[in-house]
């Protein structure tokens, strides 16, 4: 592993009790750990073809658009509910601690657009999922998903089912 890995920590009951939260705050805080995070995760996709990066509310805000940025393309964000202004299309999906809701601009992008959805952590794969899903609504063809961290101890992986690649820049 890379320096950046060394500032990731774990901060136990976060969100509820049971859940082993990986925060990436650290390495958000730190320019070159950030830096590195970034090129670590744009790798997969250099030479590739897109037409933006979706970025998952919150942490895959920040990573996705400075992906984005990184491989000069737009940046697209998925929300929670109520937090954008125009038509939205909505998705329900199931965390490892409950069930949520993830809303998109119903023109985000247009009907062929090639697209990595990106998050930050990936536990159980319903957010990552969740947001593949509304991309697809769109006509929008995902080439491919990436997180800054797998926890690859809950096996979401096995049960991925999508096409498109998915990419770790870092596996717990």
């Avoid at 976060?14 to 082993?20: A, E, R, V, Y």
């Avoid at 897109?50 to 737009?74: M, S, T």
């Avoid at 929670?80 to 329900?92: A, N």
């Avoid at 961290?149 to 992986?157: I, K, Q, S, Y």
């Amino acid at each position: 592993m890379s320096a950046w890995t060394d500032l990731l920590r774990d901060i136990p009951d976060f969100p509820q009790p049971g859940i082993l939260f990986k925060d990436i705050t650290p390495v958000l805080a730190d320019a070159g750990a950030f830096a590195e995070a970034v090129a670590a995760m744009a790798a997969p996709w250099r030479g590739i073809r897109l037409d933006a990066v979706v970025g998952v509310e919150a942490r895959g805000f920040i990573l996705g658009a400075a992906l984005a940025r990184e491989l000069d393309v737009g940046f697209v964000p998925v929300r929670k509910p109520g937090k954008l202004p125009g038509h939205t299309l909505s998705l329900d999906y199931g965390l490892e601690y409950g069930r949520d809701r993830l809303e998109i601009h119903a023109d985000a992008m247009p009907a062929g657009a090639r697209v990595i959805v990106i998050d930050d952590v990936l536990a159980t794969g319903g957010t990552l999922k969740a947001a593949v899903q509304l991309v697809e609504r769109q006509g929008a063809l995902v080439v491919g998903t990436g997180v800054l961290v797998e926890l690859g101890f809950l096996a979401a992986r096995a049960t991925w089912d999508h096409a498109a690649p998915l990419h770790a820049a870092a596996v717990y």
